[in-house]
């Protein structure tokens, strides 16, 4: 059996994912990445590998490509490609119904639109700062003395949303914490937070072209009340992976690494 | 392909505004003139012993002076000169021929003035205000100005010639280097081109920033020697592309561009080729500076002109350059607060793709953006749309037999 391996190196996370040559999962590793990519993809490649009864190490993978902002940095891989082109290939093969995706990373926020293949239509990033991204919701949680789970789950159930203004996210901290001093409800002030990133995802989103069937990408979209307020501003039900959604970079990844792999 | 002869001391130059060449011409006693827009005839400011000096700001760090006196919502091109400038990088100019076709810029010759930026006895800058059409009223009013605040400012400060004859032989100078990018670039049309963007965008901005005479040699040198160049078996890019947009002095914004597997073919950004290395033709039973003058107003694709003809003309002028350097998409790139180009490049980038169909990414960047990570992904996605849609192309053609 062959098989082939995905990496997304993420400012954040490090994802790893290995496909038989069936496409079928057989090694996904999600890690806290460290400051440097390529002892990140060592070790996420590593601990994929060991999943693999039939592999002894990344260099048998019949072939490998890198992809996030450390695509170049992941050792013995054939080639890298973009997380764009990746999340987009991974959303397809996971269900090919979905045609747009946002992508919600550690440090951008990437709207996408498919081609029936699976290939990029047309994309939208904003990079210009950490508002919006999983940074920002890192340093909401601190503000709230949360973890990032109970902070996503934060604004299900409020009433009304206090609206943030800034967006910056050394501002809206600041915001949030002068909030949470005057007493106004946290949930109320969390739900702010999500319609504010969830607008901003919205323009990302019609800027890609996406006009219905989205799915969320990304560590962010496991992010109940972002999901919902995204729902609210979008006016579209988003589509639930049946894939960890995470892991869609890497996934994507691994699929080129596939259908290259094979087609050698 | 192995390296130009003469590329790393190409880059090596660009490293200063104040280089080794402008240096050897002044010790020569050349007298600088600065200028940072295509609407100042370039060509002028090589009369007699003068010569002409593009103001670029490379190794730009902080902008937080710059910033203080222009605000946050100007071009980082505009800051960054003026940065520069209060750093007293262009103490070496003898004047600043600035013009007013875009307020940011104009503001930044501004404090030239006012904070009396360049310790030069002898220093001058003048402002040409510019016209937003060509007719001959605007044209007469251009001319005017040229004459009076650069060519008639020139000898009474300098003693510079600048009479037709002077202007003749300026011209012939800057025609020579011109064919020679011409010919350079024409290579760019090849199927797999014998040179890369990266070093076609030194050459070019070398043309821009060294005094002519002596950068010459070399350019006919290099001409000569890509004339045998042997190329890779492989070629070393994915994807043709056209860049089209605002200011452009960042060679490493070009080699993002490659190093994400693209090949930059042609270039329509200020102070690219295209415009900016055409030969003037002078006719001569016509007056000299007019014929100048209108060379660059009709050459010009600024998108400060706004009339529906002008708009139109630069969206024809990018398709056509895909076509005749077979390029495979466009990149707009825009400096971020550049006023007139935001407007251009929400709008052609648009119709480029819908209505000509030619597949086309828009960016916004910082003055100096090799660092940027993000930037690298925008770029080798497109990269990767267009491989694509190239490899769907050839086997559908296939399948049609």
Same mark, same amino acid.
């Given at each position: 059996?062959?098989?082939?391996?995905?990496?997304?190196?993420?400012?954040?996370?490090?994802?790893?994912?290995?496909? %038989?040559?069936?496409?079928?999962?057989?090694?996904?590793?999600?890690?806290? !990445?460290?400051?440097?990519?390529?002892?990140?993809?060592?070790?996420?490649?590593? %601990?994929?590998?060991?999943?693999?009864?039939? =592999?002894? !190490?990344?260099?048998?993978? *019949?072939?490998?490509?890198?992809?996030?902002?450390?695509?170049?940095?992941?050792?013995?891989?054939?080639?890298?490609?973009?997380?764009?082109?990746?999340?987009?290939?991974?959303?397809?093969?996971?269900?090919?119904?979905?045609?747009?995706?946002?992508?919600?990373?550690?440090? %951008?926020?990437?709207?996408? !639109?498919?081609?029936?293949?699976?290939?990029?239509? @047309?994309?939208?990033?904003?990079?210009?700062?950490?508002?919006?991204?999983?940074?920002?919701?890192?340093?909401?949680? @601190?503000?709230?003395?949360?973890?990032?789970?109970?902070?996503?789950?934060?604004?299900?159930?409020?009433?009304?949303?206090?609206?943030?203004?800034?967006?910056?996210?050394?501002?809206?901290? *600041?915001?949030?914490?002068?909030?949470?001093?005057?007493?106004?409800?946290?949930?109320?002030?969390?739900?702010?937070?999500?319609?504010?990133?969830?607008?901003?995802?919205?323009?990302?989103?019609?800027?890609?072209?996406?006009?219905?069937?989205?799915?969320?990408?990304?560590?962010?979209?496991?992010?109940?009340?972002?999901?919902?307020?995204?729902?609210?501003?979008?006016?579209?039900?988003?589509?639930?992976? *049946?894939?960890?959604?995470?892991?869609?970079?890497?996934?994507?990844?691994?699929?080129?690494?596939?259908?290259?792999? =094979?087609?050698? | 392909?192995?390296?130009?002869?003469?590329?790393?001391?190409?880059?090596?130059?660009?490293?200063?505004?104040?280089?080794?060449?402008?240096?050897?011409?002044?010790?020569?006693?050349?007298?600088?003139?600065?200028? &940072?827009?295509?609407?100042?005839?370039?060509?002028?400011?090589?009369?007699?012993?003068?010569?002409?000096?593009?103001?670029?700001?490379?190794?730009?760090?902080?902008?937080?002076?710059?910033?203080?006196?222009?605000?946050?919502?100007?071009?980082?091109?505009?800051?960054?000169?003026?940065?520069?400038?209060?750093?007293? /990088?262009?103490?070496?100019?003898?004047?600043?021929?600035?013009?007013?076709?875009?307020?940011?810029?104009?503001?930044?010759?501004?404090?030239?003035?006012?904070?009396?930026?360049?310790?030069?006895?002898?220093?001058?800058? &003048?402002?040409?205000?510019?016209?937003?059409?060509?007719?001959?009223?605007?044209?007469?009013?251009?001319?005017?100005?040229?004459?009076?605040?650069?060519?008639?400012?020139? &000898?009474?400060?300098?003693?510079?010639?600048?009479?037709?004859?002077?202007?003749?032989?300026?011209?012939?100078?800057?025609?020579?280097?011109?064919?020679?990018?011409?010919?350079?670039?024409?290579?760019?049309?090849?199927?797999?081109?014998?040179?890369?963007?990266?070093?076609?965008?030194?050459?070019?901005?070398?043309?821009?920033?060294?005094?002519?005479?002596?950068?010459?040699?070399?350019?006919?040198?290099?001409?000569?020697?890509?004339?045998?160049?042997?190329?890779?078996? #492989?070629?070393?890019?994915?994807?043709?592309?056209?860049?089209?947009?605002?200011?452009?002095?960042?060679?490493?914004?070009?080699?993002?561009?490659?190093?994400?597997?693209?090949?930059v073919v042609a270039d329509r950004y200020c102070f690219g080729t295209m415009p900016?290395?055409?030969?003037?033709?002078?006719?001569?039973?016509?007056?000299?500076?007019?014929?100048?003058?209108?060379?660059?107003?009709?050459?010009?694709?600024?998108?400060?002109?706004?009339?529906?003809?002008?708009?139109?003309?630069?969206?024809?002028?990018?398709?056509?350059?895909?076509?005749?350097?077979?390029?495979?998409?466009?990149?707009?790139?825009?400096?971020?607060?550049?006023?007139?180009?935001?407007?251009?490049?929400?709008?052609?980038?648009?119709?480029?793709?819908?209505?000509? /169909?030619?597949?086309?990414?828009?960016?916004?960047?910082?003055?100096?953006?090799?660092?940027?990570?993000?930037?690298?992904?925008?770029?080798?996605?497109?990269?990767?749309?267009?491989?694509?849609?190239?490899?769907? #192309?050839?086997?559908?053609?296939?399948?049609?037999?």
């Amino acid at each position: 059996m062959k098989y082939f391996g995905g990496c997304d190196v993420g400012s954040t996370y490090t994802k790893c994912v290995i496909l %038989d040559e069936n496409g079928k999962m057989v090694a996904n590793v999600t890690n806290r !990445s460290k400051i440097n990519p390529v002892a990140s993809a060592e070790i996420a490649l590593g %601990d994929a590998v060991a999943q693999v009864s039939g =592999l002894n !190490s990344a260099e048998e993978l *019949s072939y490998l490509i890198g992809t996030g902002y450390g695509r170049n940095k992941v050792p013995f891989a054939d080639e890298n490609i973009s997380e764009i082109s990746c999340h987009a290939m991974g959303v397809h093969v996971t269900n090919p119904e979905v045609k747009a995706i946002i992508d919600i990373g550690g440090q %951008d926020v990437k709207g996408i !639109s498919i081609d029936t293949d699976g290939t990029v239509k @047309n994309f939208a990033m904003n990079d210009k700062c950490a508002a919006g991204t999983g940074r920002f919701y890192e340093a909401m949680a @601190n503000a709230f003395e949360m973890t990032l789970p109970e902070f996503s789950k934060l604004s299900l159930n409020a009433k009304n949303t206090i609206p943030i203004t800034a967006q910056c996210t050394v501002f809206a901290e *600041s915001e949030v914490i002068s909030l949470v001093g005057e007493g106004k409800p946290m949930d109320e002030i969390a739900a702010g937070i999500q319609l504010a990133v969830a607008k901003r995802c919205f323009v990302m989103a019609k800027k890609a072209g996406a006009t219905d069937s989205i799915t969320l990408t990304g560590g962010c979209a496991k992010n109940d009340g972002l999901k919902k307020a995204i729902e609210k501003v979008l006016k579209i039900k988003v589509f639930e992976l *049946s894939t960890d959604p995470q892991l869609m970079g890497a996934l994507g990844a691994a699929e080129y690494a596939r259908q290259k792999g =094979l087609a050698k | 392909m192995r390296d130009l002869k003469h590329l790393y001391e190409f880059e090596k130059l660009l490293q200063e505004a104040n280089n080794e060449l402008v240096q050897k011409a002044k010790a020569d006693g050349g007298i600088a003139l600065g200028y &940072t827009c295509y609407h100042i005839p370039e060509v002028l400011l090589n009369c007699g012993n003068c010569f002409s000096v593009r103001l670029r700001a490379p190794r730009t760090g902080s902008m937080d002076i710059a910033t203080y006196y222009m605000s946050n919502f100007l071009c980082g091109f505009s800051k960054a000169i003026l940065e520069r400038a209060i750093e007293g /990088g262009y103490n070496f100019l003898d004047a600043l021929l600035a013009s007013e076709t875009c307020s940011e810029m104009n503001r930044t010759a501004e404090h030239f003035e006012l904070l009396n930026l360049v310790e030069n006895d002898k220093f001058f800058l &003048t402002f040409l205000d510019m016209p937003f059409k060509i007719a001959d009223h605007t044209v007469k009013h251009y001319v005017t100005q040229t004459r009076n605040k650069i060519l008639n400012k020139m &000898t009474e400060v300098y003693g510079i010639d600048t009479s037709d004859a002077a202007l003749l032989k300026a011209v012939e100078e800057h025609n020579e280097v011109c064919r020679l990018m011409t010919e350079i670039g024409n290579y760019r049309k090849e199927d797999n081109p014998r040179i890369t963007g990266y070093e076609y965008h030194i050459l070019s901005l070398i043309t821009y920033c060294c005094p002519k005479s002596l950068i010459l040699p070399m350019l006919r040198e290099t001409a000569e020697e890509l004339k045998t160049r042997e190329l890779d078996e #492989k070629k070393n890019f994915r994807a043709k592309i056209v860049v089209v947009g605002s200011e452009m002095d960042d060679p490493d914004f070009t080699a993002l561009i490659e190093d994400s597997g693209a090949l930059v073919v042609a270039d329509r950004y200020c102070f690219g080729t295209m415009p900016g290395r055409e030969e003037i033709k002078i006719n001569p039973d016509e007056d000299v500076l007019t014929q100048i003058c209108l060379h660059y107003l009709k050459t010009s694709q600024c998108p400060r002109y706004m009339s529906h003809e002008k708009v139109q003309e630069r969206r024809d002028y990018v398709r056509h350059l895909v076509d005749e350097y077979h390029a495979d998409g466009v990149m707009y790139e825009q400096l971020k607060f550049c006023e007139y180009w935001g407007y251009e490049r929400a709008l052609a980038s648009y119709v480029m793709s819908n209505d000509y /169909g030619v597949p086309t990414a828009a960016v916004d960047r910082q003055y100096t953006a090799s660092a940027s990570g993000q930037l690298r992904t925008r770029v080798q996605a497109f990269v990767e749309s267009l491989e694509i849609k190239k490899i769907q #192309k050839e086997r559908k053609a296939k399948e049609n037999g």
